[in-house]
Nanobody
Framework: QVQLVESGGGLVPTGGSLRLSCAIS??????TGWFRQPPGKEREFVAA????????YYADSVKGRFTASRDSAKSTVYLQMNSLKPEDTAVYYC??????????????????WGQGTQVTVSS
């Protein structure tokens, strides 16, 4: 059974940085995505890494500030978040699945999800 375990959330001031980690077990060869759900809002796409080739994709709102990466040897993916803003406050989720490029930003494309980790950016 595929399991995703996230870590790294917390409280940071505006302009600060955090790195989220997502350890994947029970399977391999999955594309991975990061999504977030701000308070009172729907879940939204943040970033993704395509399994074959490692191409990365970003939401416009985080492009240039967030970086998605992976360490295949550790079966772990990361989301480095810099220049954080209060509007980045949300519960962040990692997800995995056999995803095609055209749907990589769609949360319905992913089969497996982490438990979520809270990121709070103070103003």
């Amino acid at each position: 059974q595929v399991q995703l375990v996230e870590s790294g959330g917390g409280l940071v001031p505006t302009g600060g940085s955090l790195r989220l980690s997502c350890a994947i077990s029970g399977g391999s060869g999955y594309s991975t995505g990061w999504f977030r759900q701000p308070p009172g809002k729907e879940r939204e796409f943040v970033a993704a890494i395509k399994w074959n080739g490692g191409t990365t994709y970003y939401a416009d709102s985080v492009k240039g500030r967030f970086t998605a990466s992976r360490d295949s040897a550790k079966s772990t993916v990361y989301l480095q978040m810099n220049s954080l803003k209060p509007e980045d406050t949300a519960v962040y989720y990692c997800a995995a699945g056999r995803v095609i490029t055209s749907t990589i930003r769609n949360d319905r494309s992913y089969n497996y999800w982490g438990q979520g980790t809270q990121v709070t950016v103070s103003s």
